[in-house]
């Protein structure tokens, strides 16, 4: 790029955020020499939204022209959630904008400062499509990431790097005017209107065979955190069903560039860290069972799972629910699931607060041994698939 070039478009996709984390990262943004525009996509005009608008007034003239302020668009059949937000602002970023670039953030990180934008901006630089961040997560964190998505990668795309991709849901990303073009007239990825965007534009990357890069973000994503394993109740279930809807898409990434940064090492305080509250999660899960989501365990769940998930629902053991037996919950599931039923969101909710409950107690025990488990986890679903008849 020519020296003094402004080439980048950074987009903040948010809903109900603290507005002052949120301006702070604004203005990280809007400081860093090679970004021209700002995209905030709002979910709706919200306080948040008026927020924004405020402190957007109190910029200089050059910084407030910089800085797109919009509410999404209802561009997809599902909830509308991030999905649509980024969508909004993929289009936004093609018909109005002439960057190069387009970097996406969430709003609600409080460790980000412009080095991220370098640090992404560099791959880009060098080449590459996309550019993604990953961070280090607790041993006890990225439990929809592990057993959702990673799994479902390996389970419907053993033969791609599709399960090695580390953070496959990371929101943090840039990639090239030509992949924004691709994306906002891509049907995958415009019907992703709720949790399922993440999900579908890794989909879209494998399938577009781009140059993809995974950064490294060593210091870590500190943000809100959940408290409740139920908080990611609607995550779970709209990333497991993007991919159940797309499990009869071929995908061959046998030339796609891919690499990543390699970790050192993980640091202490990640390994031992508690993402959630277990006792809770324990009682969560044996409360609220009607007889029709009994009666969806009896009938498609392979018996001697479906015997023991019975049983915890009395004793809340979740003992069994190691590895192995998630593939059998995972292939049924695939099967079977219908995002339509009511009572099928909450059992598909509840067998993954089995496999949260069963990682964790093996984390806290041996927080290396624990991470092995999911990286062999991976391994498993993917060596099943592959040997299938
Ligand atoms: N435009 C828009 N942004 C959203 C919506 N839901 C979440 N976000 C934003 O998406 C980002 C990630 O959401 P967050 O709740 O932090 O998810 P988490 O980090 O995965 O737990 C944040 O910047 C949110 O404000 C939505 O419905 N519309
Ligand atoms: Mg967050």
Redesign the pocket.
Known sequence: MERGKKDIAVC??????DIED?KRNVKEALSHERVRDILL????ENE?YKGVESFINTLSDDERSRIHLF??KRIGSK????????N??IKYFVENTRSRFLHF?????KSFDRTWIDRVQKRLDEGFDVARCFFPRAYTDAMVTWNITRTGFAYTWPDTILPDIEQP?G?ELGIRREVAEKLSMDELVLDAS??SI?TALTIAFARYNVKLYEVYIKEG?H????GKLS??ET?AVECFNVIKENRRLVIDTSHMVYEKDKIESVPEEYKKRIAFDIDGSIKEFKSGWTDEMKSIVKEYLPKDVSLKVLDAVEDGNYDFMDTNMWYDVYDALMKHFDIKKQAWRRVLFKLWVLRVLNHAKLALKDPDESLKSLQEMVELFRKKRLSRV
Not at 41 to 44: D, K, L
Not at 79 to 86: Q, Y
């Open positions: 903040f996709p948010f809903k109900k955020e949120f996509a709002g979910h709706s948040t509410t999404q909830r509308p959630g991030k999905g649509d937000g980024m909004t602002a953030y969430d709003a609600d990180i849901l929101g709720d949790w993440d994503k943000h809100k955190l959940y908080d990611l995550m």
